[in-house]
């Protein structure tokens, strides 16, 4: 009988900011995969105090790098990508909790099929562990929303996008320029990702038995300033960039009003810097996005770290 091919490697990428304690639990959970040895890159996104001085004795296989400035998910994400030399990717967000299988379940739905270049697992609530937050993710009838299901498929099924949790094969996201960190650094990076994995004629799948928990309240959201300047300035440039034109017109005129009134109501309620300053960024970000212009072919869809810093990001924000 022929040996066995090897079982591809595995990176595991957690982007994390001043949480050392979430992403702790979260490496216990990763270092108790039954996959076997894996990769750890943690990229510190400029956390106030260094993430690798708190815990880098407690995990000593893992690698840590840091951001000298705040450059948001996106940059991180592809930072650790490009720091790693594992066959997948496992991206993952620092605030969750992986089941023992969760990485060998993933890397096998990966290994299925040529065509299959994501895989993401069932992600529940940590605070009520059998409660689904989201199992798989279709495009809304409405431009420039996504609609996160809660019901468990009985077997693998296709995901039009994913996020805080997802394995991704080496080639295909090298070959796709991994995320726009420099139009997208946070909110919206996953879906323009899933729009160019589709365009390219690959699916993206999530697998049932694979199981995740997220640290993430029933009403509340992660937010500060800086992520209220990208919540809709991100949405209406995916719109812009996916959709026709009278898609975004709908958009502007039948739905921004409401859902702009939501979150600038919840954002400055929810923010942890500043009411004023988040609602004031919230409404700019919508300035923004109405004076996007896709910049030329080449220009964006960076991936790995590149030009722009977080200096720049703290001007503009």
């Known amino acids: 009988m022929p040996p066995l ?71 991180s994400r592809n930072s650790g990508a490009a720091a790693s030399s594992g066959d997948y990717f496992f991206f993952l967000d620092d605030d969750n909790v992986l089941a023992p299988d969760t990485i060998r379940l993933l890397a096998e739905s990966l290994g299925a099929s040529e065509r299959i270049a994501v895989a993401s697992p069932i992600i529940f609530y940590l605070s009520r562990p059998t409660t689904v937050w989201t199992s798989y993710i279709s495009r809304s009838k409405f431009p420039g929303f996504y609609t996160l299901h809660t019901d468990v498929p009985s077997a693998e099924a296709p995901t039009f996008s994913f996020h805080n949790s997802f394995m991704v094969k080496r080639t295909i996201f090298e070959a796709l320029h991994g995320f726009d960190y420099a139009t997208l650094p946070i909110r919206f990076g996953e879906v323009d990702f899933a729009h160019r994995v589709n365009a390219e004629g690959y699916v993206a799948v999530v697998n049932p038995r694979a199981q995740d928990w997220h640290d993430l309240g029933w009403t509340t959201v992660h937010i500060d300033s800086t992520r209220a300047y990208y919540t809709e300035r991100n949405r209406i440039i995916v719109i812009k960039r996916y959709f026709k034109r009278r898609d975004l017109a709908f958009y502007l005129v039948c739905i921004l009003p409401f859902v702009g009134g939501y979150y600038l109501l919840h954002h400055p309620l929810s923010t942890t810097d500043g009411r004023s300053r988040t609602a004031s960024n919230f409404l700019r970000g919508i300035l923004a996005g109405l004076k ?21 990001i703290s001007e503009k924000l």
């Open 292 to 312: 996007f212009i896709e910049p030329a072919e080449g220009e964006n869809h960076q991936s790995g770290p590149g030009p722009r810093n977080g200096q720049e």
């Open 5 to 75: 091919p090897p079982k591809p490697s595995v990176s595991v990428i957690i982007p994390t900011r001043n949480r050392a304690d979430k992403l702790a639990r979260c490496l216990d959970s990763v270092y108790g995969s039954d996959y076997g040895e894996v990769e750890v890159i943690v990229v510190d996104d400029a956390s106030e105090k260094p993430v690798s001085e708190v815990l880098s004795r407690s995990y000593p296989n893992a690698r840590f790098i840091r951001n000298k400035d705040r450059m948001l998910l996106s940059y």
